[in-house]
């Protein structure tokens, strides 16, 4: 339901979604409780579309660094082939 409302051009706001500004401009992390499990999913909004980069089950209160920079990996391969 929360990607819908990103489709629509809407916002989310915390709790839901928080910005990501160290991965990059627009890059926000979605939380996500399904079945007692956190999960969250990193995506980007643009003009066009909005790019999911990762999805992984949350299990600490960080975001670890592999997360990280395998999200601005394939966001930087994503801006180098448009």
Excluded at 16 to 43: A, C, F, N, T
Aim: charged share 30%; aromatic share 4%; net charge positive.
């Amino acid at each position: 339901m929360a990607l819908r409302v990103l489709q629509l051009g809407g916002q989310l706001e915390m709790p839901l979604s928080r910005p990501m500004p160290s991965i990059g401009p627009r890059v926000h992390e979605l939380r996500v409780r399904d079945e007692g499990k956190q999960w969250r999913l990193i995506y980007r909004t643009g003009a066009d579309a909005i790019l999911v980069v990762d999805l992984f089950r949350k299990s600490t209160q960080k975001t670890s660094k592999l997360a990280l920079d395998r999200a601005r990996r394939r966001l930087r391969a994503y801006d180098e082939h448009q």
